[in-house]
């Protein structure tokens, strides 16, 4: 198929490879502008645009799609379909009606749970059992057009939305190319109107953590803001950032550090933290993190 492919981030990557190995001809892509990056503040591209010129595809970054001019070179590509996964910007319906099978949008969870900007991180700080893929049609609402295909996977209880995150891109590049192989016999399925849940974007003021909140809370917490933007605590005046964890046995005083495993009291239960990273410096486990810094039993974070 002729195919326009809209994304941005890291995520997007392996969906336009897989297009690509499945022989659909990519007639353009779409992703955000080159933003300031790096302690030179220069202009980077986005990961899906440095991949696509790496596989000689035509790049297109307009700051908008609701301009005649923009639309209209959207039209001349005379598309059969747009694939679009995490691409940043809102689709006008003109744009949306182009394309001969319309858009097909990627989305990470199982709809119509966590409709929205941050699916993944807000599984996990649920505490959902299972999240998935959808592919859905689009239409001018949030998440909620029809679903063409949908595939589960369960949230282990030591996930975090990087790995996750690496999980469901690979089930949606796999999904996307099941979907347009077959897509004059699939039949859309509307959304249910029970169920719905909105993935409000992450905001920073969200990532401290509070200790006295039920050890679930905590661990979800963590797991879901790792790697970014990583839910932290202070130790002697510097931040730290937690990256991993997974609920544990034992009772305290909330914060308190109960042994040398770094299990931590929470208001309800303690949670183990496994992995640590200091401001400036990389990721460390939790044994590799308390041989530079000590936190001995009964220390309260």
Known sequence: ???????????SVPVLEALVEAG???AAVYCQPPRPAGRGKKDRPTPVHARAEALGLEV?????????AEQAEFAALQADVAVVVAYGLILPQAVLDMPKHGCLNIHASL???WRG?????RAIMAGDAETGVCIMQMEAGLDTGPVLLRQATPIAPEDTTGSLHDRLSAMGAALIVEALARLDELEPEPQPGDGVTYADKIDKSEARVDWAAPAVEVDGKIRGLSPFPGAWI???????????SRVAE???????VLD??????????????LRLQRAGRGPQDAEEFLRGTKLPRGTRL
């Open 1 to 11: 198929m002729r195919v326009v492919f809209m994304g941005t981030p890291d995520f």
């Open 24 to 26: 659909h001809e990519v």
């Open 60 to 68: 297109r970054h307009p700051e908008r799609l609701k301009g005649e």
């Open 111 to 113: 709809l119509p749970r």
């Open 117 to 121: 900007a941050a699916p993944i991180h």
């Open 234 to 244: 202070e130790v002697e005046g510097q931040r730290i950032k937690l990256l991993g």
């Open 250 to 256: 034992g009772r305290g005083a909330p914060g308190e």
């Open 260 to 273: 040398e495993a770094l299990t931590v009291a929470c208001g309800e239960g303690a949670v183990q933290v």
